[in-house]
Each structure stands twice: as structure tokens, then as C-alpha cells.
């Protein structure tokens, strides 16, 4: 059965404050963006961790939402991003469904102008992302894009941003 986001909405709190409180709904809430697969994923959780130690922040996935819109993905990410005060993406890597997140991100102004961007360095990255994705006038480098070298570099950068 298809849902409108009309008719979602109200199903998308009741998830919220069923997978957190409604207390969470006044916090500010951070989407994680990323690679869920095996070997990334955990540097996600980390960041998450960290996040979470911020006075009146929540930090969460998309994964932990299972009700909401999960015949459309696509659909679902629009609402966690619309509801989200802030996204940070993580690109370790440029396969997955984080490029479609990070397509549909740069497709609206709504989203990347609330985004934060880290990316690894030397990663193998398409040209579109290259030359197009992470130019501005979607992100600046320092300002909403950030380059790591390893993971211990992307925490400190995390907590330096976020928890300074």
C-alpha cells in the first residue's frame, strides 16, 4: 500500500516516538548519511556517538525508522531529511545508496544548505561528484565540506566541529 507524505506524516512521529520519545522531537535532530555496508557502517555509529554527547542533540539513521515509506526509499530519505534540522554525509566510497541520497541532496536547496559533507581523500570518486557534487554552489571546503585522511582524522574533525 502507497502512502502520500500527507498521509505518512503522522505515521512518521508516531515511529519517531516510538524509536525515541517524544521529548526527542524539541532536540536537534542530525541525520547520518553514509555507507551501511560492513566495513563503513561503523565509522557512522562513532560518529552517531559522538553526536549524541551534545546537549540536546539526537543523532540517528535512516535505518532505524523500518515503518515509514519502507516500500520508497527515495521517499523515505525526503522526509528524514525534511525533518531533520541538519545532515551530515559520510563518502568513504562512491557506490550505494548514500550517492542516490547524495544526488537527491544536491537536487534542493532545502537539503544541501543543511548538509555537512566529509569525504576520505583519494577516494576513487565519479566525475560527477568530482567536478559537480561537491563544487558550490552546493558545498565549500571549510565551510559545509571537509577532506579526512583516515577515520581518527574524521572523529576529531567531528568532535571538533560539533562538541568545541
Known amino acids: 500500500m502507497e502512502h502520500s507524505h500527507n498521509e505518512t506524516w503522522e505515521e512518521f512521529l508516531e515511529e519517531f516516538i516510538d524509536v525515541f520519545s517524544v521529548y526527542d522531537l524539541r ?45 520508497n526509499l527515495v521517499l523515505k530519505f525526503d522526509l528524514i531529511a525534511k525533518f531533520s534540522n541538519e545532515i551530515i554525509m559520510v563518502l568513504e566510497h562512491d557506490k550505494g545508496g548514500q550517492m542516490i541520497e547524495m544526488g537527491i541532496i544536491v537536487s534542493f536547496p532545502k537539503f544541501y544548505n543543511k548538509t555537512n559533507v566529509f569525504v576520505l581523500k583519494n577516494m576513487d570518486m565519479t566525475h560527477m561528484l568530482k567536478k559537480g557534487g561537491l563544487l558550490k554552489p552546493f558545498f565549500t571546503i571549510g565551510e559545509d565540506l571537509y577532506y579526512y585522511n583516515n577515520r ?13
Open 27 to 71: 532536540k536537534y535532530k542530525v541525520f547520518i548519511c553514509g555507507s551501511y555496508n560492513e566495513k563503513n557502517f561503523p565509522v557512522l555509529v562513532e560518529i552517531k556517538e559522538i553526536l549524541n554527547n551534545r546537549k540536546n542533540t539526537l543523532a540517528f539513521f535512516e535505518k532505524e525508522f523500518r515503518r515509514t515509506h519502507s516500500e
Open 152 to 164: 581518527a582524522e574524521l572523529k576529531s574533525l567531528i568532535q571538533t566541529l560539533y562538541l568545541d
